[in-house]
Structures are given as structure tokens and as C-alpha cells.
């Protein structure tokens, strides 16, 4: 899934957008969510900026 990288040693790990934390953590419930819910239709990449315009409410996810 997203988020998630193997590097040469055969260690995974997982990379999470400071942003993406902030978004979620925010007090607002309503932002939070929508962050959520976009990011839980990702599949392959993070997309930041998808995820910036669910928070501001641009699109209902």
C-alpha cells in the first residue's frame, strides 16, 4: 500500500508527509475526517496535494 518503501537491505519502512500529520491531528473533526477518508482511497502514492484540498474542503471524499 501507500506510504510504504524496501530499501536495499530488505528493511521496510513506511514515509509519512509531516503535513499528513498535521492535517489529521487537527482539532477540527470535520478536516480531519475528510484527510482520512482521501487518504484511505490511496493506493499507490501519497498525493499531498489531494489530501491538502479534502482538508480545505475543496472536494467531499
Do not use: H, N
Request: hydrophobic letters at 40%.
Amino acid at each position: 500500500m501507500c506510504g510504504w518503501l524496501k530499501d536495499k537491505y530488505g528493511v521496510s519502512w513506511q514515509v509519512v508527509p509531516a503535513a499528513l500529520t498535521e492535517m489529521v491531528s487537527d482539532p477540527d473533526p470535520e478536516k480531519s475526517e475528510r484527510v482520512m477518508k482521501a487518504l484511505l482511497q490511496t493506493k499507490s502514492k501519497i498525493d499531498i496535494k489531494t489530501l491538502m484540498e479534502a482538508y480545505e474542503g475543496k472536494f467531499a471524499y
